[in-house]
Nanobody
Framework: QVHLVESGGGLVQPGGSLTLSCAASGTIFSIGAMGWYRQAPGKQRELVATIIDGGRINYEDSVKGRFTISRDNAKNTVYLQMNSLKPEDTAVYYC????????????????WGQGTQVTVSS
């Protein structure tokens, strides 16, 4: 069983910064990709940023230049540094781990975290 535990959300003023963390725990052999998604009230969940094992990174256009995703493979942890936050960044942020193998040559699985609230407001 694999669990993703997010932390670091909260209330911040416009222009402020937050860093989200997501740690995957359990018996894990490898994780192909880790990423962050968000869902604002009344809207669909959307991609924020992903990082693939090997280093390829993708960002949603509205966060480019403001958010930075990084990954510590040894700790099975992904981070999201968020700077210059705007009210429209307010959402529940979810961590995703994709192409997770629990053993060599095993099937791959996808896991989601429980979400962490980020509120940008003065």
């Amino acid at each position: 069983q694999v669990h993703l535990v997010e932390s670091g959300g909260g209330l911040v003023q416009p222009g402020g910064s937050l860093t989200l963390s997501c740690a995957a725990s359990g018996t894990i052999f490898s994780i192909g990709a880790m990423g962050w998604y968000r869902q604002a009230p009344g809207k669909q969940r959307e991609l924020v940023a992903t990082i693939i094992d090997g280093g390829r990174i993708n960002y949603e256009d509205s966060v480019k230049g403001r958010f930075t995703i990084s990954r510590d493979n040894a700790k099975n942890t992904v981070y999201l540094q968020m700077n210059s936050l705007k009210p429209e960044d307010t959402a529940v942020y979810y961590c995703k781990a994709d192409s997770v193998r629990l053993r060599i040559g095993g099937h791959t699985y996808l896991y989601w975290g429980q979400g962490t609230q980020v509120t940008v407001s003065s």
